[in-house]
């Protein structure tokens, strides 16, 4: 069975007391109480990790290096090694750019697509751009289209853009606009044929996947679909704001540079004035104090969220228990089928508003769980700023898709965004649908703003 009681689950959420209708959740999704109330908890043994021999500071290190530990366990990743913790999604993938920024040669591209966020071109363009013109070398970045139709990443096109000097592919898991979710292992059988000379002896590109949008709706496997790097951000994932993760293949980040110099990235009496010998993985990628409590309570809320979707009490919450592929299948199944349903219900109900134009794919099943939309005479932000007087929280703006957006020759480039999450609810879905279809059809000051 692959539904579960949203009513009951709701519960676990303050907001859902509030009456309000969270339906921006690709931006930030809502933390259950029993994510803030585990903070709290670890506050009498609050202390740093790796750098005290109390009991404070080993209980406290113990939990940190077991939270990476179900990290590295829910994308069945070989273990804590190919774990990095960072603020964010940005972050993770600025930590891929400035650890691969050395080992790029003269002529060689990065190739990246029209779907990305900002955060999966930016860093890119300014690498090509910005820092290696001034080491003297020059590498170009290569972005490749979509179907402005149906939204879905032109493949042919990918692979023109693909060739021996194609260090890595940047792409997106889930364009956090259209919906489009890319044919990652069609991606990574280009990036496989390239014949990229990597300084390891590999001859393919190395594939980067922005999973930000992804895996808060799918059980992701690394090593099934064979990625190089794969980033994604907690706050998308119940858990509080604040930490990020880069998932790296062990090989790549015992061999590149670390992105971050200083406190315990180095080995332990590793360090003279003449030389620095880093620390071993996932340390080298930890330098400076981390998010301690935010990663701990951030891996409990992949936990939590096997125990809320689950169908009879399944205890993982609050353990160290290993979560079987099994048991993270069948939960994301559920909260994809659930988010699916919703997302399908938007649908249907905004194609029949007259005026209103859906981006993206036709199907539910095609997306990840949220609709973009414009409606005709109404810039968006007006459009969410009249939603939200009726107590419905979506998002405007180009939701830092702007090279899509500009893609479609959207003027200014902007839509209007509803994203589901497994606590919203049909009636949410209703009210969010009601209000567009009662402001389409009052037209209030249309063409205004
Ligand atoms: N990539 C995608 C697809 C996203 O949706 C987002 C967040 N909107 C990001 C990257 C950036 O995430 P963060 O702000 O957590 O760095």
Redesign the pocket.
């Known amino acids: 069975m692959n539904t579960f009681d949203v009513q009951r689950l709701r519960w676990h959420f303050d907001f859902a007391r509030t009456g309000r209708v969270v339906t921006n959740n690709?931006?930030s999704t809502q933390p259950p109480r029993e994510l803030v109330e585990l903070y709290r908890s670890l506050i009498p043994w609050y202390e740093n990790v790796h750098r005290g021999q109390s009991a404070a500071s080993r209980y406290t290190t113990e939990l940190f290096e077991l939270a990476y530990d179900t990290i590295a366990g829910w994308l069945n990743a070989p273990g804590r090694g190919s774990i990095v913790t960072c603020?964010?999604?940005?972050?993770?993938?600025n930590t891929v750019m400035y650890s691969l920024l050395t080992e790029f040669r003269d002529g060689d591209n990065v190739v990246t697509t029209a779907l990305?966020?900002n955060?999966?071109f930016v860093p890119w363009y300014a690498m090509c751009r910005e820092i290696l013109p001034r080491f003297g070398r020059h590498v170009e970045y290569r972005v490749a289209r979509f179907d402005p139709v149906t939204g879905q990443l032109d493949l042919e096109h990918l692979a023109s853009l693909v060739d021996a000097r194609t260090k890595l592919v940047a792409c997106?898991?889930?364009?956090?606009f259209l919906g489009t979710r890319p044919d990652l292992a069609a991606v990574r059988r280009i990036t496989l044929a390239s014949g990229y000379r990597q300084p390891d002896g590999d001859h393919r590109s190395l594939l980067l996947v922005?999973g930000?949008?992804l895996v808060p709706t799918a059980a992701i496997d690394v090593r099934a679909l064979g990625v190089d790097y794969l980033?994604f951000?907690f706050?998308?994932l119940m858990a509080p704001f604040g930490v990020?993760v880069l998932y790296g293949r062990e090989e790549l980040l015992n061999t590149t540079r670390p992105f971050l110099y200083g406190g315990d990235m180095v080995a332990e009496q590793g360090v003279t004035a003449e030389h620095v010998r880093y620390n071993r993985l996932p340390w080298k990628y930890a330098a400076g104090t981390p998010n301690i409590l935010g990663v701990i309570v951030s891996a409990q809320a992949l936990r939590l969220l096997v125990d809320l979707v689950a169908p009879e009490p399944a205890g993982y919450f609050g353990t160290g228990r290993p979560l079987g592929r099994a048991t993270i299948e069948r939960a994301m199944d559920r909260v994809a089928a659930h988010t699916r349903a919703l997302t399908g219900r938007a649908l249907d109900a905004v194609r029949e508003i007259d005026g209103l134009k859906v981006f993206g794919p036709e199907s539910a099943a095609d997306r990840a769980p949220l609709i973009s939309f414009g409606l005709s005479g109404w810039s968006p932000m007006r459009l969410a700023e009249e939603l939200d007087r009726r107590g419905v929280e979506s998002r405007a703006g180009c939701?830092?898709?702007t090279l899509a957006h500009r893609a479609l020759g959207l003027d200014p480039p902007a839509s209007c965004r509803l994203s589901f999450a497994v606590y919203n609810t049909a009636g949410d879905v209703d009210r969010a649908t009601g209000a567009l279809r009662e402001i389409a059809a009052r037209r209030l000051s249309p063409a205004a703003g």
């Open positions: 690709a931006a603020r964010n999604t940005t972050e993770a993938i990305e966020h955060s999966n997106t898991g889930a364009s956090n922005d930000a949008q980033a951000s706050h998308k990020g939701h830092c898709a």
